[in-house]
């Protein structure tokens, strides 16, 4: 079964306004990745954020992780039309190996 | 140049017909993945490599084969059991499996069966 499920499964904002994009996880983990994919392309890996981490931040970009609720959210702030991509929550279990889950992603339309 | 590449872009294969991607990596690292993604979705996992000579089914394995004779190599081949093989396949690597590292993606391959 999926282990991440981000929420919403599409956004559309205006350039300048800021993104939220929510995933939950089911089972314990050992950390939380984030990636964005471009259309047509590769992922790109964004941020990790361990499980003993609550914050961090990269550029314009804040996740935060709470393992109680079994949820993280990455903001985007002061978005961009090249922000315009999908964006994926991956998370790496710490039981029965390590294997990493991706969810199906949150599609992000930032109009200029 | 470090990076992790793939092989072709496009690919189109007729149906009962075999074809391997390639994906090559200069990031010396141990670990690495197929993935499949399909239209509007997320990855699925078909096969990862822990280690050189190493290689485990991932959740969709079925219709895939891979071999993993070089650090940097780790090809796919779809065979023709794979019944609906149409998707856009991404490789990665990463340093480790475990722990759950960093994965570093290739450009994918667009596969289309005619």
């Known amino acids: 079964s999926q282990q991440g499920e981000e929420d919403p499964q599409a956004l559309s904002i205006q350039e300048g306004e800021n993104a939220t994009m929510n995933c939950s996880y089911k089972?314990?983990?050992?950390?939380l990745q984030w990636y964005r994919q471009n259309s047509g392309r590769g992922l790109v890996h964004l941020i990790l954020?361990?499980?003993?981490?609550r914050e961090k931040h990269s550029g314009r970009l804040r996740v935060t992780l709470d393992t109680s609720k079994k949820s993280s959210s990455l903001l985007i702030t002061a978005s961009r039309a090249a922000d315009t991509a999908s964006y994926f929550c991956?998370?790496?279990?710490?039981?029965?190996?390590?294997?990493?889950?991706f969810g199906a992603g949150t599609r992000l339309f930032v109009k200029a | 140049d470090g990076g992790i590449t793939q092989s072709p872009k496009y690919l189109f294969r007729k149906e009962g017909q075999n074809v391997t991607l390639s994906c090559e990596q200069n990031?010396?690292?141990?670990?690495m993945y197929w993935y499949r993604q399909d239209p509007g979705q997320g990855l699925r996992l078909i096969y990862y490599?822990?280690?050189?000579?190493?290689?485990q089914k991932g959740d969709i394995a079925e219709g895939y084969s891979v071999s993993r004779e070089k650090k940097e190599s780790f090809p796919l081949t779809v065979t023709s059991a794979q019944k609906n093989p149409t998707a856009f396949y991404l490789c990665?690597?990463?340093?480790?499996?475990?722990?759950?590292?960093?994965?570093?993606f290739g450009p994918g391959t667009r596969l289309t069966v005619l």
């Open positions: 990665a690597s990463s340093i480790e499996y475990q722990r759950g590292s960093e994965q570093f």
């Open positions: 089972t314990s983990i050992n950390n």
């Open positions: 954020i361990r499980s003993n981490e």
């Open positions: 991956a998370t790496a279990g710490n039981t029965g190996g390590f294997k990493t889950i």
């Open positions: 990031l010396n690292h141990d670990a």
């Open positions: 490599s822990q280690i050189v000579n190493d290689f």
